[in-house]
């Protein structure tokens, strides 16, 4: 039965991905089902039944003729990925999210130690002996020391995967049987996504508690509040990433869901607003902090940033899919 | 077994006429073809389907979901009056065209057998 699948799979790889085409193709698969069974219930044997219904299936090109749809020719200059490509992508793509996590985790501490070290040094613990000017820039330094790093995983990360950068554009085409196994072990990787989302959102949600805790112990107190906040939201992010990259790249090997292509062309737009709006949300940050001195505040930029973005992405996508 | 090609300008007649008999779904068609010819005709699954297709666009029979059986949802379709119309008309048609083919085919009998 799966040959009988991945033969009609096969017809109809190349087609667009339209609502009668995909109705055409599960009633075809129903008709073919039946047929297989009724011959293996004559007592035929597998490799017969697969054999007489694909040998009556017929001509594809007479049904699109009829359904009047052409082929798109171009989207078969694309190469193929192998087995083994993909595995090996699959792989680095485990890899590199672990060191991505790490670098964004980094990135998030550096921010809660600046929050932290602010209103220590205003608090006059630390740091007494420093002249007044440089002392609100001392945070800052600890800041880049764990920005730099990060970045460096990064550009590492990006390094190892410049060789799989077509199948990260799309520029390529699956075999059905390679398809089925993937989209096999995407139903497996699934559920750690799964509980990993539940983890991290609870984290967020609970974070704000540390500053309401640390108010009740005074308005100083709530400062450090907010660098506990941003730690649990770095652990938060660090689950996010490292949980939600495996079940990403076998759909980006699928080309479903965000990775179908004509979703990624509203993609585009969202990540070309990305582009700009959260390096300027960084400038932002540092600007006020650095000309300012608003350190302890400043961070409140990015979750505004985040969730003026979240309700654009959403609102955006609710405009296309009318 | 016939040539498609042959045949061709039938299927639609064939598919109508076993929808005369009541509503019917895809596999139950085809296999009905295949018993009331013995086999000699063996509709493709594409050549049913596009037949289905072009039925349906010309309003001559309608499509619906049947009752779900062993977890499967079939598409029945169903013959309309204009489709009976047109059944009609074929028939005549068929009945005009076997008549002028034979007359061809009898004369051809005659001269092979002398």
Redesign the interface.
Known sequence: METIKSYLENMFRNLPQTEEISR?KS??L???E??YH?LKSEGKAEHEAVGIVIS?????D??L???NIEIADHKETYPEVSSEEAREFIKLKRQTSFLIGIGVTLILTGVSLLVFLSQLIENQYIFQNVPLEARGSLPVIFLFLLIAPAVGLFVYSGIRLERYKYIEEGRFTLAASLRSFLSDELKDVSPRQHTGTIIGVILCVLSPLAIFVGSLFGENASVYGVSILLLMVAAAVFIFITTGTMPETYKRLLKIEEFNPERKKQNKLIGAVAGIIWPLAVCIFLFSGFVFGLWHIAWVVFPITGILFGGFCAFYSIINSN | MISSDVIRGYNDTIILSLLLEGDSYGYEISKNIRQITDEQYIMKETTLYSAFNRLEKNGYIESYYGEETQGKRRTYFKITPSGITYYKEKCEEWDITQKVVNKFIKELNEYGNN
């Open positions: 055409m009633e075809l129903s008709n073919m039946d047929k009724e009556e299936f017929g001509n594809i007479e049904l003729e009829e359904m």
